[in-house]
């Protein structure tokens, strides 16, 4: 079974200031990784995913994460955050390899909130 | 052009009240997922579906039931209704592809308050 632990709850930042968002995984077997946004009162978006290759991933809106497999961590950064970016996110993961019933873990949530 | 879509969006019962939330894909995808969201943000996971088979069954109350009636839709039926089930519903699909169904779109959510 595999389990992720999203290191803070609440990340407080200014407006263009860089931004990252911890994400911590523990799995016996080869994972996918995946982090989704969630707008209040709205579904998750995914913003992007590491299946497999380039450690170093980039999504939509700015954001890009890297894929640490020492570390088991794949954190999520932006350089320089919008007022816009204020949103729950949510790191995921999922059995990888050839078989997959594409069970997604989900960690706690990370709640980002952009100060002007 | 909606993607995965759901109904209701909201949706406010009574305890003891049988409902149904319904969810819809347009993007080809053969595996659709139902997942709880409980007032805490925690999102699990509760069934899937694979070409109308069930392929995911999480410890669910047996109050919970999923139909599938084509790969397009999934559906949930909810009998008895408990304070317990309050939470935000989310659809989702994902397209198997070399025996990897790994990456999942999800619905806008249904938000159902049971009184």
């Known amino acids: 079974a595999q389990s992720v632990t999203q290191l803070d709850s609440q990340v407080p930042v200014f407006e263009e200031a860089p931004v990252e968002l911890r994400c911590n995984y523990s799995?016996?077997?080869?994972?996918?990784l995946f982090w989704y946004v969630q707008y209040p009162n709205q579904g998750l978006q995914l913003l992007l995913k590491?299946?497999?290759?380039?450690?170093l991933v980039k999504g939509i809106n700015g954001f890009e994460a890297e894929f640490n497999k020492s570390q088991t961590s794949f954190h999520l950064r932006k350089p320089s955050v919008h007022i816009s970016d204020t949103a729950e996110y949510f790191c995921?993961?999922?059995?990888?390899?050839?078989?997959?019933?594409?069970?997604?873990?989900f960690g706690q949530g990370t709640i980002l909130t952009v100060h002007p | 052009d909606t993607a995965v879509s759901q109904t209701p969006k909201y949706l406010v019962t009574q305890m003891g009240n049988d409902k149904s939330i319904k969810c819809e894909q347009n993007?080809?995808?053969?595996?659709m997922y139902w997942y709880k969201q409980d007032s805490k943000k925690f999102l699990k996971i509760m069934f899937s579906?694979?070409?109308?088979?069930?392929?995911i069954n999480e410890t669910v109350p047996n109050r919970f039931s999923p139909k599938s009636p084509d790969k397009a839709h999934l559906n949930l039926h909810i009998n008895s209704l408990e304070l317990g089930d309050s939470a935000v519903y989310f659809c989702?699909?994902?397209?198997?592809?070399?025996?990897?169904?790994?990456?999942?779109?999800f619905g806008p959510g249904t938000r159902l308050l049971v009184l």
């Open positions: 579906y694979n070409n109308k088979e069930l392929i």
């Open positions: 995921a993961v999922t059995r990888g390899g050839g078989t997959s019933y594409g069970k997604l873990t």
């Open positions: 993007l080809g995808h053969d595996t």
């Open positions: 989702a699909s994902s397209l198997r592809t070399s025996g990897r169904r790994e990456t999942q779109y």
């Open positions: 799995s016996s077997v080869s994972v996918y």
């Open positions: 590491y299946l497999s290759g380039s450690t």
